[in-house]
């Protein structure tokens, strides 16, 4: 299991803690040192399971948009999005827990038109408007490079999740399932996709990132 770069400091400083404790542990014997010991180790197991980077296939599918993460479908639905389009919208909302993958991939090949970064609340991530309230981080792709097929997908912060990588810049040609971003400690992403789009998911669907297709364009 391949770690991401994003955990190693979380991995190393708990991995250090826990060799310490077991260190320590096993010279003097003390049953506290020995709890903190398995604490640790617990600590260290789960960081390093979190930031674990699947093995998955990375195959493009032509017209579709793929799951941009590991997660649960919480959310389908008709909504007025009005930070760009000013228009009626299909959300698709998929909800990270903390036992999830938290790397975020492109869902779709085209280029980066709109990028914000918007500071906020931590509301849970499944609360219908944490879209709006929560910190986030919006971008709109065009997908034929023509204006006429625009997709906006943003990556949202939870209660738990307080910070938000995001590696692509607006203006940038981005890839199907190019690495786009990683949130830290459960999250959610939302898709918001052309009326009259076919949604390929229903709510409760459990969905894989690079491999699951929630639409077709």
């Known amino acids: 299991m391949r770690l991401h770069k994003e955990g190693k400091t979380f991995v190393c400083t708990t991995g250090v803690i826990f060799a310490l404790f077991l260190t320590c542990a096993c010279y003097y014997g003390s049953v506290c040192l020995w709890a903190g010991t398995i604490f640790f180790f617990i600590i260290f197991a789960f960081m390093f399971r979190f930031f674990r980077i699947p093995n998955r296939s990375f195959l493009p599918v032509r017209g579709a948009v793929l799951s941009p993460c590991d997660g649960k479908i919480v959310m ?8 760009y389009f000013a228009d009626r919208r299909l959300q698709v909302s998929v909800f990270m827990s903390i ?19 918007h500071q906020g609340k931590y509301l849970v991530a499944w609360h219908p408007k944490s879209s709006e309230k929560n910190e986030r981080t919006t971008f709109v792709v065009d997908v034929d490079n023509r ?58 669907d459990i969905v894989k990132g690079t491999e699951t297709v929630l639409a077709k364009l």
């Open 76 to 83: 389908i639905r008709e909504v007025e999005e009005t930070e």
């Open 99 to 117: 036992n999830n993958v938290h790397i975020n991939w492109m869902p779709v090949n085209g280029k980066v038109k709109y990028f914000r970064h």
């Open 147 to 204: 204006g006429t097929a625009e997709i906006l997908f943003r990556q949202i912060a939870g209660y738990v999740a307080r910070r938000i990588v995001t590696y692509v810049g607006e203006g940038e040609l981005v890839a199907q399932n190019q690495q786009l971003g990683f949130i830290k400690f459960g999250s959610r992403m939302d898709l918001f996709l052309p009326l009259g789009t076919e949604i390929c998911v229903k709510e409760g």
